[in-house]
């Protein structure tokens, strides 16, 4: 089984300022990691994932995602937060042995806060 | 063209009732979701199909049915609707099922208030 762990349902950051979202990870075999963003009344729109290819993982708008495996972590962060980063972000993890047909694992999400 | 849609966006409806929520992908996607997300925003996955397997979520109570009619609809179906039914629901698609690196995509979702 697995499971994520998504620190602060609310984080407030300065525009400008540097984002740092946490997800941690409890999976008894090798986790393939996620983040989604959800703005307002819409649905759910990829920003990066690992695949165990490169631990540091580039994504959408500017995010990137590291993969620590001694840590269980896949933080996501941002150098320099925009107006438009404000919105609800979910770690999720998919490690079943059924392949992707389990579906993702998602943590509780943690919306962020853009302080002009 | 909306890769993974849904309708309705809104449903409104009374206690006992039985209601469908429509799901169409144009990806060319082998497996489709049904997804729960609560009033905490919390994202549950509620099943899992492609053309070999429907994969339940055993928390899922039988009042809710997934029912394909080809490789690009994936619906849902509630019967004797509950309070608790209140939710967002989302659909969601991806490649194929043998792998768990495929990215899911999403639909908008469907907000269904039960009164």
């Known amino acids: 089984a697995q499971s994520v762990t998504q620190l602060g349902s609310h984080v407030s950051v300065s525009e400008g300022a540097l984002v740092l979202l946490r997800c941690n990870y409890s999976?008894?075999?090798?986790?393939?990691l996620f983040w989604y963003v959800q703005y307002p009344n819409q649905g759910l729109q990829l920003l990066l994932k690992?695949?165990?290819?490169?631990?540091l993982v580039k994504g959408i708008n500017g995010f990137e995602a590291e993969f620590k495996k001694s840590e269980t972590s896949f933080h996501l962060t941002k150098p320099s937060a925009h107006m438009s980063d404000a919105a609800e972000y979910f770690c999720a993890v998919s490690a079943g042995s059924g392949g992707g047909a389990d579906g993702l694992t998602f943590g509780k999400g943690t919306h962020l806060i853009i302080q002009p | 063209d909306t890769a993974v849609s849904q309708t309705p966006k809104y449903l409104v409806t009374q206690m006992g009732n039985d209601k469908s929520i429509k799901c169409e992908q144009n990806l060319g996607h082998d497996t489709m979701y049904w997804y729960k997300q609560d009033s905490k925003k919390f994202l549950k996955i509620m099943f899992s199909y492609n053309n070999k397997e429907l994969i339940i979520n055993e928390t899922v109570p039988n009042r809710f049915s997934p029912k394909s009619p080809d490789k690009a609809h994936l619906n849902l179906h509630i019967n004797s609707l509950e309070l608790g039914d209140s939710a967002v629901y989302f659909c969601?698609?991806?490649?194929?099922?043998?792998?768990?690196?495929?990215?899911?995509?999403f639909g908008p979702g469907t907000r269904l208030t039960v009164l």
């Open positions: 999976s008894s075999v090798p986790p393939y």
């Open positions: 969601a698609s991806s490649q194929s099922s043998g792998s768990n690196t495929d990215t899911q995509y």
């Open positions: 690992y695949t165990s290819a490169a631990t």
